[in-house]
């Protein structure tokens, strides 16, 4: 939550850490402004679009991002590095420049901490990376980013501070045991019945998965909604987590439509953890949570109360008029 509500607060803009080797910005008050951010070699770019490492305590890595300018005129841009984590949606994102890190972002030095890119030119900025005697076995994530700040002015005249970033990933494994742990969390459940009293109605599904593990997985889920009679019904449309970092969670909200309204369900959630590339012989456990909940056919009762309320008061007037008749 911390690290989220700091990009939040920090940000108006931002363009992520993509895994590409270049992303654009949009443009600022003197026209588009385009750069990129990608590992390079010593001797020139490479293949790489993440910087990945793996590692024992005490291990030091050297490397240089390449920060190039695809535009007309020369830019200043801010360099850093921070802690990286999994938004709520399932994004990578990185702490924002005035955040402070406590991981892979932390260990991370870099020679210069901001640079002047010439118009379509390149600067390569090299940077060490220590990993501490005391690190945890597993993965630690985080991105160099390259920011440009600027004043923009929005669609109603205000003028707007904004900050552009780009940047590239950072995966490091440090050596010891990998337990790789899935788990969902806040699970609830809210039947809304259709208008119709004799149709089914749908619900409405709402949980959190969250990386209780030390490395990095994604998550395949199924959501069904089941009668006590055995009777399911399957969302639709849910589609993989590719990755969540450790420790970290995705919001997932899922639309189960044709449960009848009788009168308690049982949701659950299925979820299957996705190994990242090179973890495949890795133990993989999946989990289910479950959760009852009430679905009322509450039209279908109003009629029901409806006819019997009509019913009794014509018999209840059938009997008035009869002692009525009888008394006369």
């Known amino acids: 939550m911390r690290r ?31 750069f990129g951010v990608r590992p390079t070699g010593k001797s020139g770019p490479d293949d790489r679009s993440t910087f990945a490492y793996a590692a024992t305590p005490g291990g030091v890595f050297t490397d240089q991002v390449e920060i190039s300018n695809a535009g007309t005129r020369p830019i200043t841009l801010r360099v850093y590095a ?42 390569v900025v090299p940077f060490t990376l220590k990993v501490p005697q005391n690190a945890t076995p597993g993965d630690h994530s985080a991105g160099v980013v390259a920011s440009l700040a600027s004043v923009q002015t929005d669609a109603e005249g205000n003028r707007v501070a904004v900050d552009q970033r780009v940047g590239a990933r950072i995966y490091l494994r440090v050596s010891g045991t990998l337990e790789p742990g899935l788990t969902v969390e806040k699970l609830s459940a809210r039947y809304h019945p259709n208008s119709n009293p004799f149709r089914s109605g749908r619900t409405t599904l709402t949980y959190r998965v969250r990386n209780t ?41 899922a639309e189960v439509a044709g449960a009848l ?35 009322m056919p509450w039209t279908l009762l109003a009629a029901v109360l409806a ?22």
């Open 82 to 123: 921070n802690d990286a984590f999994t938004t709520p949606t399932g994004g990578f994102d990185v702490l924002a420049g005035g955040g402070t890190s406590d991981d892979a972002g932390a260990w991370v030095t870099l020679s210069k901490n901001s640079v002047k890119v010439p118009a379509r030119g390149r600067t």
């Open 307 to 328: 006819i019997a309320l009509l019913v009794g008061a014509r018999f209840g007037f059938r009997r008035w008029r009869r002692r009525d008749r009888v008394a006369g």
């Open 261 to 295: 309204p009788a009168i308690w369900l049982t949701g659950a959630v299925h979820a299957d953890p996705l190994a990242q590339a090179g973890d495949q012989k890795l133990q993989l456990v999946a989990v289910t949570r479950e959760r009852g909940f009430w679905a």
């Open 213 to 253: 593990g030390n490395v990095r997985v994604g998550a395949s889920q199924t959501v069904t909604v089941r009668t006590l009679w055995g009777g399911e019904r399957t969302a639709k449309g849910i589609t993989d987590v590719a990755e969540i970092l450790p420790g970290d969670a995705v919001d997932v909200t």
């Open 4 to 34: 989220a509500v700091t990009a939040l607060l920090s940000i108006l803009v931002t363009l992520g850490l993509a895994g590409s080797p270049a992303a654009a910005a949009p443009g600022g008050e003197n026209g588009r402004v385009t």
